[in-house]
């Protein structure tokens, strides 16, 4: 197994560890660990943009592919795209909304665990997915463009996402990202 890179590392360290686990994608093993921090991260570990998106106080759930919800919308980078630029383009794709009001919420550190796969385009042994918490703007529905993975996106109350079986920790940094707005008040 490789070891992380120092620079990677010492950003990771600047982050409040929130939640963290295993999974496997496609056969790849990967440690995680969702934290939040103000900070941005170096952007070449950056493969993946997402936000925790409101509409006053409701939040934006996607309803994926396999029949699993999650709040964190957003989507891979583009050669020489900015992370908001990323994120604005992949929010407006996938769901029809602009955004406002972008601020830096976390991120999420990626470890693979095993041989670095063939052909595989993106940071490798480590990578992050940067958060944010956003406001919609305006709704353009002929902006949208088909994703296999995104059924649906709608906005919830706060109240009805237990029963929604969102992960452990995209509830912590939802919980993280109501901090925030109650403080920027």
Do not use: C
């Given at each position: 197994?490789e070891?992380?890179?120092?620079?990677?590392?010492?950003?990771?360290?600047?982050?409040?560890?929130?939640?963290?686990?295993?999974?496997?994608?496609d056969k790849?093993?990967?440690?995680?660990?969702?934290?939040v921090?103000?900070?941005?991260?170096?952007?070449?570990?950056?493969?993946?943009v997402?936000?925790i998106?409101?509409q006053?106080d409701?939040?934006?759930?996607?309803?994926g592919?396999?029949?699993?919800?999650?709040?964190?919308?957003?989507?891979?980078?583009?050669?020489?795209?900015?992370a908001?630029?990323?994120?604005?383009?992949?929010?407006?794709?996938?769901t029809?909304?602009?955004?406002?009001?972008?601020?830096?919420?976390?991120?999420?550190h990626?470890?693979?665990?095993?041989?670095?796969?063939?052909?595989?385009?993106?940071?490798y042994?480590?990578?992050?997915?940067l958060?944010y918490?956003?406001?919609?703007n305006?709704?353009?529905?002929?902006?949208?463009?088909?994703?296999?993975?995104?059924?649906?996106a709608?906005?919830?109350?706060?109240?009805t996402?237990?029963?929604?079986?969102?992960?452990?920790?995209?509830?912590?940094?939802?919980?993280?990202?109501?901090?925030?707005?109650?403080?920027?008040?």
């Open positions: 197994m070891k992380i890179d120092s620079e990677l590392a010492a950003f990771i360290a600047t982050g409040e560890k929130i939640d963290q686990g295993s999974t496997v994608w790849m093993s990967l440690e995680y660990a969702y934290y921090s103000s900070e941005p991260p170096p952007s070449q570990y950056v493969s993946s997402r936000a998106v409101f006053g409701s939040v934006m759930v996607i309803h592919d396999r029949g699993q919800y999650y709040i964190l919308p957003g989507g891979r980078r583009e050669n020489k795209e900015s908001e630029e990323t994120l604005r383009r992949e929010i407006l794709e996938e029809g909304w602009t955004l406002k009001g972008l601020t830096i919420l976390g991120f999420m990626f470890h693979h665990l095993g041989p670095r796969p063939a052909s595989y385009p993106y940071p042994p480590d990578f992050i997915w958060i918490t956003a406001q919609v305006d709704y353009i529905p002929e902006s949208m463009v088909y994703d296999k993975y995104v059924q649906e709608r906005f919830h109350t706060l109240n996402l237990p029963p929604l079986k969102i992960e452990k920790g995209e509830l912590a940094l939802l919980n993280a990202a109501i901090k925030l707005r109650q403080d920027r008040i």
